[in-house]
């Protein structure tokens, strides 16, 4: 009997508790009232230099099958139009300039069709570069992570 009695006194008190905590207001962990409108986030500038200059190290890859990051700055060469694709005009080939740089993978080449040159024509599903990849900025994680990477 005793034992009934302080079950329901704990359940009654627990209830109370949950029932208060369920009337306080919605708190935003972005941290800004409810109805606020989002500000646009700080715009970074690219933390890197134009390609080819010799100073840029290749950024290593963290998974398999990755798309390589940019080590170099896009801006000069953003936007890519139907007409315009700057990147095309270094990645098609393994040299610009006499420069060695790294020519765009295989799989970013049509097995059947050839461009006016007699050579691969870029396949089409690889020439919007920039969905796949991206220039870094120097920006703090937003949240910590302890990601390591596997690359085989
Ligand atoms: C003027 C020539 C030039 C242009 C234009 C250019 N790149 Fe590069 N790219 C390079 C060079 C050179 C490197 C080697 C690193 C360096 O010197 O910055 C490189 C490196 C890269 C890499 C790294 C490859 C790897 O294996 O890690 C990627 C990805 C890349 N570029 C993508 C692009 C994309 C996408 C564009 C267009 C938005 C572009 N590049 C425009 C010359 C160029
Ligand atoms: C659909 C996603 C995608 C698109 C679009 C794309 N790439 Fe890639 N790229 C990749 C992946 C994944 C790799 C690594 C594996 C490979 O070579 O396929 C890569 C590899 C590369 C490499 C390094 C090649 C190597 O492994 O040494 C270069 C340079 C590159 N891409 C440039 C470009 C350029 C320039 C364009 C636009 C004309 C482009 N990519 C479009 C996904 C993409």
Do not use: W
């Not at 949950?18 to 708190?27: D, H, M, Y």
């Not at 300039?97 to 599903?125: I, Y």
């Not at 991206?134 to 994680?141: E, N």
Request: with cysteine; hydrophobic share 35%; glycine share 6%.
């Amino acid at each position: 009997m005793k034992k009934t009695v302080i079950s329901i006194a704990l359940a009654t008190v627990v209830a109370t508790v949950i029932g208060c905590a369920s009337t306080l207001p919605p708190v935003s962990m972005r941290g800004a009232a409810v109805p606020d409108a989002d500000h646009a986030p700080e715009a970074k500038v690219y933390a890197q230099k134009v390609p080819g200059i010799g100073e840029q190290q290749l950024i290593a890859r963290t998974f398999i099958g990755q798309p390589p990051l940019i080590p170099h700055t896009t801006e000069k060469y953003e936007p890519i139009t139907a007409d315009d694709n700057a990147c095309l005009e270094c990645h098609q080939t393994d040299e610009f300039r006499g420069k060695k740089l790294p020519k765009m993978g295989a799989s970013h080449f049509s097995t059947t069709v050839k461009d006016s040159d007699g050579n691969p024509a870029v396949e089409m599903s690889r020439f919007q570069c920039n969905t796949c990849h991206v220039a870094q900025v120097d920006a703090k994680p937003l949240v910590e992570n302890s990601f390591v990477g596997v690359t085989r």
